[in-house]
Structure formats: structure tokens, C-alpha cells
């Protein structure tokens, strides 16, 4: 070492931060202001704990990091969780004074804690257990009966609570106060009485309430779609990135005789995405991967309806459909891994395929993916956050948590522009509430003098996606240029909302201009000049805002080719239907709204003979006469590496060196020029506003038996002030009609819906509301009638 | 139907706007709230995380934290004997025995009119005056069995109704501060400067 340094460097630069301690007789240096559990933790000295969490603030609750620290004055048992590192602090984890005083700690937990492991889905992977097996006495003095309690208790739609096995830690009550910010448990009543419950009929409906099951120490919290369903020693683990959203929160996915049965939060550290934290539905959608309905063989049109086939009829006529086909048009590819999406990007360069798009006319124009792109990290640490996007808490839930984090810290200031109330209004510091269609309302709105001010401090992040389905983006696109404009320097996250839907655009399956585009695809299938459309995991039907465009595009289009998980509204008008392997059946990478590549790992056998996408874009270019380049997934990682330059340092070794992943460096380009122009009203009176729900009818959630009952169903919510003027009741089905069509709705009341607006949240059961929406119109307005 | 009456919401807001955060308000208004139905009620904890705007989840848990705030129906006065060692040793044990003889009811529970509760406390701090109990916390010492009788037909005739209010918590004991004389609190995030009895030496 000293031979690389330079003479007048010779003494190694002193880190200002740098605290020198003592722990058990080794000098170890810790960092200022760090806890002495922690600091001991990272130089390999493990102090037994229950309530701590280092992603949480500490209490000192239980009481068992109880170490003897001697600052000078003498030792002293301290909790080492509430003790801050000072200069030349001594630590004795394991004198007989600490050891004597965790294992009377222990024993007074276990006064009370059943001894049921063997029945307790905690055994085994038990904190409790574990610690009094390392750090307890082994015997109790304890002779009397222990507490009881009608068990278990729900207290919310997925997690149980059998009382007698809490520690009260505050670890669950912490997290939906601090992290959650759904402070929907707490501590009821006092001393030995005092237990966790929610307010009678008032359950801990949070979206990451599955969290509190991950950090419970003992098996109180439960899931329900994991209760008694595997030994945790019988569980094999492997780590992986969710790709239900763009997120990509790191995740264990653990399986028992090759089915997979939980996910968990990983917590990478310093750069993790998710914390450790997961929404429900990312952790629960597991069990659509094994649901009944998964398309487990190709199946071809005959004229007694669909048929299965064989993988090579399959091909064999899907090379005869592209061969056949003078124009095509391929959409979605965001719900493959970026091996998926790039394999069918080189199939369709080959093919000159000209039509192409990974969104569904519901996000923005690929070019923002050009712009300087802000991590997580980052926007949660900004000075300003402009959010105009979707409903962040329903649409990207952990980067929801990690905003609001810092927003109720009072460290991050968010300016949301968005047309309804959102979960995330409550933490923003400016609301800027608008009339769908009028950017230059926006625009003016963000140019008054206290948000100018606050712009003008700099590190600005933009949120940036779409608010409302029902209006064009041309909003998110005008605060973004204004935003910009005040702001040169300021950076953008885009909330995109599927999966990998930014590792497709960027590996080519963008548009190359809006006349090329999924709209323009579906309009050209509409017209009949469309030969071929290949449906990559894409429900136009379900999934595009403008049904009635999906419907005649799919009956106008010459030939369809779907490439699915699950039969869908669209797969039954397709003349091929090929099964994809879904999560946890391929392994490959993917990227996140961030841009950053992570990996993401097989864990179960594919379901029937379904492949992945990538291997089905090779067989197919191998009949055309093509080659995509690449033979296996990891082989693929290192082409686009090798070939894609804003992925260059995503190679296969730095995923291994950095399971946080590699954050890939945006292309850049320009941003179109946006539109300011209002959109005029017109004879309807209300406004329609369209955005999605966490639980919708979203495949792996509508096949998720745990997920699917907590859709919150189709409706039209208004106003509570707009009922006397429509002069109906609650509850009543009303007739919205649209320029383009009409659907039926019960009207629900909904103080959070912007007078003159009516709301209604996307692909919910019950009815398709995207039949009013004319995606070619800048905003789409509605009246409502009584259903004579 | 337990919320907080029109004239209470009105004395809420009063009380809140006494705190520089309206969750400092919430013992007060709990009070409030059991003043006027007896005891907590499940609607009313509603009422009242609405207008501190916290969860009802965080009403409950606070608010079951305290031996003062009841959860059940409890009588218009609430009969508190104390059995602690002065108390014990001064009879404290044949008064409750007689306490719950005359009532009808064993302690713990209410007459069936409604207008009594009885039940076993803990030192009231007033050792030399033993045996004492509490009616709606107003003390009462050196009872004798004939005292808790006379203490009974009082009540039930009316005869204490201007000394002691029914529902009686010590929240009775109301300051009302005018607007004019008010200081303002100031919101703890807004303070910059350290309290004004430290002096603060430039560094």
C-alpha cells in the first residue's frame, strides 16, 4: 500500500467522522453519530436484539442489547440500540455483567412467550428462538401459567395476530407510524395487559402491512397466504427483483418442492431501492405464478375456438403468419426481463418491424428516458420534488414510502400537480390542483412566486407519468418543459408503472415518433392495414385507456400472435397464442424506473411448457433465418452490455459484485416540444379523471386469490358538493357517456375528487371505464344520467 | 350517537387551539368526551381522532393507557373505595362489603338504574383520613357504613347535584383562557431560538 502513495501524502487522509472505540478489547472505528449496536454489528460483534431495526428509529424497548459501555466513568449497562458512539468508548458485549443481565431479559420475555415453536410459523426462523438458544439462560424460574388470549385475531385482510407470543417490541406499531405511514395498530391498554390491536372494526388496511409480518421477531404476525404452508428449513432462497412495478424492489422468493410460496423483502444497504420494505401486492402476487388459469401449452384458432398444439406447430405457424405479413406491429415487452425485451427487439429490427412500443398509449413518449435521470436516492433526498404522475401510494408504493419518508422529515419539499386528491397529498408541500386539459393553468400555477422561490433553490427531481389515463400527456409534458425551463438542471424520474417497462424502451422497443407508436399501431390495425400484430404480453383490451380503438384494432388486424401468461380478454382474439414463463420461471435482468439493472432469478420450473420470452424470439429468428445473438440469458446480459451503450456497465460480473444493481446512464435527447393549448369544454359537464388502484384486474392480481377480493371495484366517484347538482344519491347506478361510449357505474361519494370532475379508478371488475376514453382527444368529459 | 355534542365540539375547538399541534389536544378531549357520555365510547374516540386528526387506532391506545378513562357504561357517579394499607387497616374492607350489600352489586359494576358504580381503587392519598373513597373524585373521609348510606340517598335524591357533577372527571376543573390574554403557543418546529431561561453564550 504505502509504496502507491506519494510522498507528501504519506499519512493516510483522518475521516473526520471517524470515532475510535473499543469492543471487547478490540479497537474498532465507528462512524459519528452511529449506535453502538450497529458499529459493533459492522465489526463482526452481534449484541442480541428484538425491537431494534436499522431502518427504523430506536426505542429501547426490549431491553435486550443491554452491554456494559464505560465512557470514562466506569462501566455501566447501557442498551447498546439507544447509545450513540463517543471517543474512546469501551464496550463489553459479553462480560458476566451483560451476559448476566440479556440472559434475565431473555427470561422475562420467555415469562410470558408460549412455547409453542413447534406449531408457530416463526420456528426456525425465529429471532426469539434463536437468541434464547445464543444468548439465554436455558432454564426459566418461571412456574406459573402464562397469558392467554383468543388467538389468532385478524387484523387486516392478510395478516393474523395471536397475541400471548408478543414481546411488544413496538417493531409492527413503529413501522405503521414511521414507514407506513397508516398508524392503524398501536399499543392497547398497559403493563401486562398492554397487546397490538387496531381500533375494534377498523383493521390495519395498509398496503405494506405484510411488512409487519417480515419484521415481527416472534411469530405474532402471520400472513395468510404463507401460514402453515412450509417449514422454514424446508424453504430453498434465492435472491431476485420484483417486477410487478417499475420499483424493482430487491426480494427473496422462497419455495418448497418447486412451488413458490413467500416473497420477503432484502435490504441491500446503503444503495437499496426498497429498504427491505415491499407492498402487499408485490409480496403476495406469488400465487398467481401457480394459479389454474396459466397458459401451459401453445393454442392455435381452429374453428371449434382454440386448440393446444405443439411447440414446433407453433412456430412453424407463427413463422408462416410474420412470413406472411407485409407490415406488423409488435407491443409490450415491459413485462419481459431485458433479455426478453432486447431478443425481441433484435427479431423485430431483423424483420423490419417498424410498429413497436413497450407502452400502451398510457405512459409518455420514450424521449424523457433521455433526460438526466434522478435515482430514488436522490429524488427522496432532493430539495424539491415536483411530482406530476400517478398516484404514487397506489401505482409505485415503495417509492411512495420513500418520498414520504423524507417529506414528513421536513427534509424534501414535493409540489404535486395532479387533478384529485392522492395518498401522497398529505405530505406535499404545495398541491397544485388542476382541471384536466388546462397545462397552462399548471404552468401559470407553478410560475406564483413561493414555488418559483423554492424552484429557484435548485436539486429539483421530477416525478413524471401520467395523472389521469383519461387525458393525453400532454400536462405531465408541459410541467415537465416548465419545470425544466426554471430548472436546467433539474432531473427526472419517470413514473412508469410496468415492471421492465424502462429496460424496454431502452433496449429498442421504443417507438421511433409518435406515428409509430402503440396508439398508431392499434389505429393502423383498426383501418385494416395492419398484417400481423404480435402481442407481447400486452392486453390492449384490458390494459390500453382506449377499449374502443383495442376492440377494433384487434378485429381489424389481419393476424394476432399473443405471447402470455394467462389467458386474457385479448389472448382470445389472437390466432396464436404462445405461453410465456413468468417471475420466478426465467432468469435474466431487469431495470427499474432508476434505470438501474438488476437481476432477477429463476426459482420454479416454468409452468407447463411455457418459455421465456427470449428463447421464443430465438426459435422464431432461427426459422425466419435470423440470429437474436445470444443462447442463454446470462450470455444475453453480456450482449446488451457489450452492444447497448447506456447498459455498458451492466455486465454480468458488476450484477455479481453489486446486488443493488448497476444504474445504466441515460442517452441523451431532446424533449419534444410540449403542448400548452387548453382543451375546450364541450357539451358533457363533468371532466373525467382515470387512474389506477394498487388492486386492479392486473393479471397476477387477479389471480391471486389473497389479492383479487380487495379490488375496489368499478364506480364513479364525484364530489360530495356535485350529488345535490346531479341531484342523485348515493350508491345510485348512473349512465356516463363519453364522446365514444357509455358504461355504467354505481356513483360513489369521494371528497377527494376535484368538483366538476368525476373519477373512477382503472381496470377495476365490474366495468370497463376505458370505453369512454378517446385516447386521440386531449381530455375526455362525460355526462351522467340516471340508469332509466 | 356518542359523538361529541354540538356545545362540546365548540369547547374542543377552544382546546385545541390552545396547542400549538392539535395532538396535544387529545387527553383533554378524551376527557371532554367521557364528561358527556360517562365513559369513552368507541364514536367518540372517532370524533375526536378527526378533530386532532390522528387515527382512532392512536385515540384508543392513548386513551387505554389511563385508569381514569372508562370503557364500559359507568353510572352517573362513580363510587371509588380505596382498599389500599391505611384504608385495609381502617375497614376499608367491611365498607366495600357493605358498599356492595346496600348497591346491590358486586364492585366493578353498575346499579341497574344506572346511577351507581362501584369500584375497588388504589391510594387516594389521604392516609390519615382512612378509610376514604371518592364520589366522581370528589373525596370523602372516615366513611362509616352509615356515611356510605347517607352518601347513597344523597345522591339518588339529588341532594349533591350542585357539589358533585354527574360524569365527574377532574376536567371540570376547566381554565378558560380569553382570546386576548392568550400568548400563542408556537408550533415546536418553528422555534429557532433556545428557551429563554438558558442562556445562549456565541460560540
Request: proline share 7%.
Amino acid at each position: 500500500m504505502s509504496d502507491t502513495v506519494s510522498a507528501e501524502n504519506d499519512a493516510p487522509p483522518v475521516d473526520p467522522n471517524a470515532v475510535a472505540i473499543t469492543v471487547n478489547g478490540t479497537p474498532i472505528t465507528a462512524q459519528k453519530g452511529e449506535l453502538v449496536i450497529a458499529a459493533a454489528e459492522r465489526a463482526g460483534v452481534y449484541i442480541p436484539r428484538f425491537c431494534y431495526h436499522p431502518r427504523m428509529s430506536s426505542v429501547g424497548m426490549c431491553r435486550q442489547c443491554m452491554v456494559e459501555i464505560d465512557t470514562g466513568r466506569g462501566p455501566m449497562l447501557q442498551p447498546s440500540c439507544m447509545i450513540t458512539v463517543t471517543p474512546d468508548m469501551k464496550v463489553e458485549t459479553d462480560s458476566p455483567v451483560a451476559k448476566r443481565a440479556q440472559e434475565g431479559i431473555l427470561e422475562l420475555l420467555l415469562a410470558n412467550h408460549p412455547l409453542d415453536c413447534p406449531v408457530c410459523d416463526k420456528g426456525g426462523e425465529c429471532p426469539l428462538q434463536d437468541q434464547a438458544y445464543t444468548h439465554g439462560p436455558g432454564e426459566s424460574r418461571y412456574v406459573e401459567a402464562k397469558r392467554n388470549y383468543e388467538k389468532p385475531i385478524p387484523i387486516s385482510d392478510h395478516v393474523l395476530l395471536d397475541r400471548e407470543r408478543c414481546i411488544l417490541c413496538d417493531r409492527c406499531t413503529r413501522f405503521a407510524d414511521e414507514v407506513a405511514g397508516d398508524k392503524l395498530i398501536h399499543f392497547i391498554h398497559r403493563g401486562n395487559l398492554t397487546q397490538v390491536n387496531t381500533f375494534p372494526d377498523e383493521p390495519f388496511a395498509s398496503y405494506f402491512s405484510g411488512n409487519v409480518v417480515q419484521i415481527c421477531p416472534v411469530g405474532a404476525l402471520t400472513a395468510k397466504p404463507y401460514r402453515f404452508k412450509a417449514r422454514p428449513w424446508d424453504l430453498a432462497q434465492v435472491e431476485s427483483t420484483c417486477t410487478t412495478c417499475s420499483v424493482g424492489c430487491r426480494i427473496s422468493v422462497h419455495s418448497s418442492r418447486d412451488q413458490v410460496l413467500r416473497h420477503q423483502g432484502v435490504d441491500t444497504g446503503t444503495d437499496s431501492v426498497n429498504w427491505g420494505w415491499l407492498c402487499d401486492r408485490g409480496r403476495f402476487n406469488f400465487e398467481a405464478i401457480d394459479a389454474d388459469a396459466r397458459l401451459g401449452e401453445p393454442l392455435v384458432r381452429t374453428e371449434s375456438g382454440h386448440q393446444p398444439t405443439t411447440w414446433a406447430g407453433a412456430l412453424a405457424l407463427a413463422k408462416q403468419l410474420i412470413d406472411g405479413a407485409d407490415s406488423i406491429g409488435l407491443i409490450g415487452g415491459a413485462r419481459s426481463t431485458n433479455e426478453g425485451a432486447f431478443a425481441w427487439a433484435r427479431l423485430a429490427d431483423a424483420l423490419g418491424i417498424d410498429h413497436r412500443d413497450a407502452q400502451l398509449g398510457d405512459g409518455l413518449p420514450a424521449s424523457v428516458l433521455g433526460l438526466p435521470r434522478a435515482t430514488i436516492d436522490e429524488a427522496a433526498n432532493a430539495t424539491t420534488v415536483v411530482l406530476v404522475g400517478p398516484d404514487l401510494k397506489e401505482e409505485l408504493p415503495v417509492l411512495y414510502l420513500r418520498l414520504r419518508a423524507t417529506a414528513e422529515q421536513r427534509r424534501l419539499r414535493i409540489i404535486e400537480v395532479s387533478p384529485a386528491s392522492t395518498g401522497m397529498t398529505r405530505y406535499a408541500w404545495r398541491t397544485v390542483a388542476y382541471r384536466p386539459g388546462s397545462p397552462s393553468e399548471v404552468t401559470k400555477a407553478l410560475g406564483a412566486a413561493d414555488i418559483a422561490e423554492q424552484l429557484a433553490k435548485g436539486d429539483v427531481v421530477v416525478v413524471a407519468g401520467r395523472s389521469n389515463l383519461a387525458e393525453s400527456e400532454t400536462t405531465a409534458m408541459s410541467v415537465l418543459s416548465a419545470v425544466l425551463a426554471a430548472v436546467p438542471d433539474a432531473k427526472i424520474l419517470p413514473a412508469l408503472r410496468r415492471g421492465n417497462v424502462v429496460g424496454a424502451l431502452e433496449l429498442g422497443l421504443a417507438p421511433t415518433d409518435s406515428d409509430h407508436d402503440a396508439l398508431a399501431t392499434l389505429r393502423r390495425a383498426a383501418d385494416g392495414s395492419l398484417d400481423l400484430l404480435v402481442l407481447l404480453g400486452a392486453d390492449p383490451l384490458d390494459d390500453c385507456p382506449d377499449t374502443d380503438l383495442a376492440r377494433r384494432a384487434l378485429a381489424g388486424a389481419g393476424r394476432i400472435i399473443s405471447i402470455d401468461t394467462f389467458p386474457s380478454a385479448s389472448t382470445r382474439h389472437a390466432d396464436l397464442v404462445l405461453p410465456a414463463a413468468s417471475f420466478a420461471e426465467q432468469s435474466g435482468t431487469t431495470t427499474n424506473l432508476e434505470g438501474r439493472v438488476t437481476r432477477v432469478t429463476q426459482k420454479v420450473t416454468a409452468h407447463g411448457t411455457s418459455r421465456p420470452d427470449w428463447m421464443i424470439a430465438s426459435e422464431l429468428a432461427a426459422l425466419l433465418g435470423h440470429d437474436i445473438g445470444f443462447a442463454s440469458p446470462e450470455a444475453g446480459t453480456a450482449l446488451i452490455a457489450r452492444t447497448v451503450p447506456a447498459f455498458a456497465a451492466a455486465t454480468p460480473a458488476a450484477l455479481d459484485e453489486h446486488p443493488a444493481g448497476v444504474v445504466t446512464g441515460p442517452v441523451t435527447g431532446a424533449l419534444p416540444a410540449a403542448s400548452s393549448a387548453d382543451a375546450p369544454p364541450n357539451g358533457y359537464d363533468y371532466r373525467l379523471v382515470v387512474s389506477r388502484k394498487l388492486y386492479d384486474g392486473a393479471v397476477n392480481t387477479a389471480m391471486s386469490p389473497s389479492l383479487a377480493p380487495l379490488a375496489v371495484g368499478a364506480a364513479a366517484h364525484l364530489h360530495p358538493a356535485d350529488f345535490d347538482k346531479v341531484g342523485l344519491a348515493e350508491g345510485t347506478e348512473v349512465t356516463l357517456t363519453s364522446t365514444t361510449g357509455s358504461v355504467v357505474l354505481p356513483l360513489h361519494p369521494n371528497a377527494n375528487v376535484a368538483r366538476g370532475t368525476v373519477w373512477a379508478p382503472f381496470n377495476q371488475p365490474g366495468a370497463t371505464v376505458n370505453e369512454l376514453v378517446d385516447a386521440s382527444a386531449p381530455v375526455t368529459d362525460v355526462r351522467i344520467e340516471r340508469l332509466s | 350517537m356518542s359523538r361529541l355534542t354540538d356545545a362540546n365540539v365548540a369547547l374542543a375547538r377552544e382546546i385545541i387551539a390552545r396547542y400549538p399541534k392539535k395532538k396535544s389536544a387529545l387527553i383533554p378531549l378524551v376527557h371532554l368526551s367521557q364528561e358527556q357520555n360517562g365513559y369513552v365510547t368507541e364514536d367518540a374516540m372517532r370524533h375526536v381522532a378527526e378533530l386532532v386528526d390522528v387515527t382512532p387506532a392512536e385515540v384508543y391506545g392513548t386513551a387505554s393507557f389511563y385508569e381514569m378513562f372508562r370503557f364500559e357504561p359507568t353510572g352517573k357517579y362513580l363510587i371509588n373505595i380505596c382498599g389500599t394499607m391505611s384504608c385495609a387497616l381502617l375497614g376499608a374492607h367491611e365498607l366495600m362489603h357493605h358498599a356492595e350489600h346496600t348497591l346491590g352489586v358486586k364492585a366493578g359494576s353498575t346499579t341497574p338504574d344506572g346511577l351507581i358504580t362501584l369500584q375497588h381503587a388504589e391510594c387516594q392519598a389521604a392516609c390519615t383520613e382512612a378509610p376514604t373513597l371518592q364520589v366522581n373524585y370528589r373525596h370523602r373521609y372516615r366513611v362509616t357504613a352509615d356515611d356510605f348510606d347517607h352518601l347513597v340517598d344523597d345522591l339518588r335524591s339529588g341532594k349533591l347535584d350542585s357539589e358533585i357533577p354527574p360524569h365527574g372527571t377532574l376536567g371540570r376543573n376547566r381554565q378558560h383562557i380569553p382570546v386576548d390574554r392568550a400568548v400563542g403557543a408556537v408550533h415546536p418546529d418553528d422555534v429557532t431560538s433556545g428557551p429563554v431561561w438558558l442562556e445562549v453564550s456565541p460560540s
